[in-house]
C-alpha cells in the first residue's frame, strides 16, 4: 500500500498507480493550537506501507507528519517504507563547526524510533549521511530521469556539464558522461557562519557553450548564482541550471534570473512550477524491487 503523506500526496498518488497498489484513506485534522492528528482507515497489518512524505519547507511540519504516520502505521501492524523523496537536514551531516549538532542523526533516530524500518530517497546529498542510519538507506538517482528531460526538452548547443562544488562532481560526471557531454568542477567555498559562496577561479574551456550547472539542492541560489558568473564570465553562451531538488526559498529565482541563468529546472521532489521532472517512475521501480 502506499500512504501518500500531506507534502506528497500527488507524487505519492501516482507511485501507488505505478505500482499498481492501493492508496490508503488517512486524514491529517489541525486543531486551533496548531497540533495535528493522524488518523487512518482500513487495515495495514502485516502490510508493506510506502509512507509517501517529502521533508521540503516548512521542514519540521513535514517531517513531524512523516513520523505521525509512520509511528501510527507501525503501531496498527504496517512494515513501514519511509520514501521521503527531499530527506532535509541531509546536509547536516557532521560536525562542520565545533559544537554544531549532526541533525541528521537525530533524524535517523526519530525515524527508527517512530518503526520506519528503511528508507528510500532521492539523490541524498552525501553517502557519508546514509552511514548515520541503523536502518537500510537507498537513494535513487534521479541523474537519468534528468538527462533524459534535458536530452529532450533543452535544445543545448555544445554542452558542458559544470558541478558547482566537490560535492556535486559524481552526480556531474554521471550526468555528463550519460549526456555525452563535456565536464567541469568549480571550487566552491561557503562561509559557514555567514552563509556566502565563492567560486575560485578556474579558467574553464566553456567559451560559446551552452553550460548546464547541475546540483542535488538550490536553495537559495546562492551555489548557482555564483557558478553562473563564473561560467558567463567566462564566454559561455548560455547557463541553464538543474537540480534535483528545488527549493528556490525566498528571492532564489529573481537572484538566478538576474545572474544570467536562461532556465531552472527540479524534479518533483519538491513540487513547484519549476519542478518539472517526474520522479515517480524511479521510485515506483525501485520500490518495485522491495516487494520482491
Ligand atoms: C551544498 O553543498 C549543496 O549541494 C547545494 O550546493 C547547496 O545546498 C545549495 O544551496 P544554495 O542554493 O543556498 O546555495
Do not use: W
Not at 507511485?15 to 495495514?44: C, M, N, Q, R, Y
Amino acid at each position: 500500500m502506499v500512504a501518500a503523506g500531506p507534502a506528497s500526496e500527488e507524487l505519492g498518488n501516482s507511485i501507488a498507480g505505478k505500482l499498481g497498489v492501493e492508496s490508503l484513506k488517512s486524514e491529517f485534522k489541525v486543531f486551533p493550537d496548531g497540533e495535528s492528528k493522524f488518523t487512518s482507515e482500513g487495515k495495514v497489518s502485516g502490510k508493506t506501507v510506502f509512507v509517501v512524505q517529502s521533508t521540503y519547507p516548512p521542514v519540521d511540519q513535514h517531517l513531524f507528519q512523516l513520523l505521525l504516520m509512520s509511528h501510527h502505521l507501525s503501531q496498527d501492524g504496517a512494515k513501514v517504507v519511509a520514501v521521503v523523496p527531499y530527506l532535509a537536514y541531509a546536509r547536516q551531516d557532521k560536525e562542520f563547526l565545533p559544537g554544531e549538532g549532526v541533525t541528521l542523526g537525530v533524524v535517523a533516530h526519530l525515524m527508527r524510533s517512530a518503526g520506519v524500518r528503511r528508507l528510500v530517497t532521492v539523490d541524498i546529498h552525501s553517502a557519508e549521511g546514509m552511514s548515520l542510519f541503523s536502518i537500510p538507506v537507498y537513494s535513487v538517482s534521479a541523474i537519468p530521469t534528468l538527462v533524459g528531460y534535458a536530452k529532450e526538452k533543452l535544445s543545448l548547443r555544445d554542452p558542458a556539464v559544470i558541478s558547482p562544488d566537490f560535492g556535486a562532481s559524481k552526480r556531474t560526471e554521471a550526468f555528463a558522461s550519460l549526456y555525452g557531454a563535456a565536464y567541469f568542477q568549480l571550487s566552491k567555498t561557503r562561509d559557514r557562519k555567514t552563509g556566502e559562496v565563492s567560486v575560485r577561479e578556474a579558467a574553464l574551456d566553456v567559451r560559446g557553450k551552452d553550460v548546464v550547472i547541475l546540483d542535488d539542492i538550490i536553495s537559495t541560489g546562492g551555489t548557482v548564482k555564483a557558478a553562473a558568473e563564473k561560467v558567463l564570465g567566462q564566454g559561455a553562451s548560455s547557463a541553464v541550471a538543474i537540480c534535483t531538488h528545488g527549493l528556490f526559498v525566498g528571492e532564489a529565482v529573481r537572484k538566478l534570473e538576474q545572474a544570467g541563468v536562461k532556465s531552472m529546472v527540479a524534479t518533483n521532489t519538491v513540487p513547484g512550477v519549476l519542478s518539472v521532472v517526474d520522479i515517480s517512475d524511479a521510485l515506483a521501480s525501485h520500490l518495485k524491487t522491495l516487494e520482491e
